[in-house]
């Protein structure tokens, strides 16, 4: 038996960032574990240059995700202008930290990046957290910073917000992964029921199935269907690192947008 956290995060425009190489800037169909460390860091207040703390957030955290709408996929061609890598040093040294766009347009030599960004539309996720280790922070600490968060959440790129709530519920004493998902699902009013299918597009159609990835540690009740490795525990972030991460997938039974879980 454990403690679960459960949240929703849902958008109109989300991003799960992949390994990218080159131009080409690859989505996923699910989020990745950096992805929500991330999202929780910035909820309690964490900075993304505090190497340290993200990596003694990763560590402490358990994480599963169920998709209940992976979304459909989309791309674009951006371009954007970047500040050269000697001359933001030289801001840097000379004023501090480039916290804002504006400071790296104030640099005295800029470039431009392309690249192909994918992305996907209507997603709808349930996330699950629990804790390996006690020494960072607690789920009551996530749940409270997730309700009232220090900084902006969004999904994958700063333009991507949020359109839901993440609605925060510690599930106490659940068997395993899917044990805490059925509750979570039996706390949705009809309101928040109506509210998703909306924001959703509307789509009340049946998924063939709802895919659920965990970590491998995860107590689940079904049976995984495959295992896969990802590069997504956060490593370094001055250098864009990411370490290894064992995965387990498998598909939960179907269900209908809008309805009961």
Same mark, same amino acid.
């Given at each position: 038996?454990?403690?679960?956290?459960?949240?929703?995060?849902?958008?109109?425009?989300?991003?799960?960032?992949?390994?990218?190489?080159?131009?080409?800037?690859?989505?996923?169909?699910?989020?990745?574990?950096?992805?929500?460390?991330?999202?929780?860091?910035?909820?309690?207040?964490?900075?993304?240059?505090?190497?340290?703390?993200?990596?003694?957030?990763?560590?402490?955290?358990?994480?599963?995700?169920?998709?209940?709408?992976?979304?459909?996929?989309?791309?674009?061609?951006?371009?954007?202008?970047?500040?050269?890598?000697? *001359?933001?040093?030289?801001? =840097?040294?000379?004023?501090?930290?480039?916290? +804002? &766009? @504006? #400071?790296?347009?104030?640099?005295?030599?800029?470039?431009?990046?392309?690249?192909?960004?994918?992305?996907?539309?209507?997603?709808?996720?349930?996330?699950?957290?629990?804790?390996?280790?006690?020494?960072?922070?607690?789920?009551?600490?996530?749940?409270?910073?997730?309700?009232?968060?220090?900084?902006?959440?969004?999904?994958?790129?700063?333009?991507?917000?949020?359109?839901?709530?993440?609605?925060?519920?510690?599930?106490?004493?659940?068997?395993?992964?899917?044990?805490?998902?059925?509750?979570?699902?039996?706390?949705?009013?009809?309101?928040?029921?109506?509210?998703?299918?909306?924001?959703?597009?509307?789509?009340?159609?049946?998924?063939?199935?709802?895919?659920?990835?965990?970590? *491998?540690?995860?107590?689940? =009740?079904?049976?995984?269907?495959?295992?896969? +490795? &990802? @590069? #997504?525990?956060?490593?370094?972030?001055?250098?864009?690192?990411?370490?290894?991460?064992?995965?387990?997938?498998?598909?939960?039974?179907?269900?209908?947008?809008?309805?009961?879980?």
């Amino acid at each position: 038996m454990r403690d679960y956290l459960v949240l929703t995060l849902a958008a109109p425009f989300a991003s799960f960032g992949t390994i990218a190489v080159g131009e080409r800037r690859p989505s996923s169909d699910h989020p990745t574990k950096s992805q929500v460390i991330g999202l929780v860091a910035a909820s309690l207040g964490v900075e993304r240059t505090e190497e340290k703390r993200q990596q003694e957030l990763a560590a402490s955290l358990g994480y599963a995700v169920r998709m209940d709408n992976v979304g459909r996929p989309a791309s674009d061609y951006h371009t954007a202008e970047a500040a050269d890598e000697a *001359s933001a040093r030289r801001w =840097r040294k000379a004023n501090g930290p480039m916290r +804002t &766009r @504006r #400071d790296e347009l104030a640099c005295d030599k800029r470039k431009t990046i392309l690249s192909m960004r994918e992305y996907r539309t209507g997603v709808h996720a349930t996330i699950v957290l629990w804790l390996k280790q006690t020494d960072f922070t607690t789920l009551d600490d996530i749940k409270a910073s997730l309700a009232e968060p220090r900084f902006t959440l969004f999904a994958g790129r700063k333009a991507f917000p949020l359109m839901l709530p993440c609605r925060p519920v510690i599930i106490t004493g659940a068997a395993c992964i899917e044990d805490a998902l059925d509750q979570y699902d039996e706390g949705r009013t009809d309101a928040v029921r109506t509210l998703e299918a909306t924001l959703t597009f509307g789509q009340r159609r049946a998924f063939p199935s709802r895919p659920l990835y965990a970590d *491998s540690d995860a107590v689940l =009740r079904s049976n995984a269907q495959r295992f896969e +490795t &990802r @590069r #997504d525990m956060p490593e370094t972030r001055s250098k864009w690192g990411f370490g290894l991460r064992d995965e387990i997938a498998l598909a939960l039974p179907t269900t209908t947008m809008g309805d009961d879980a």
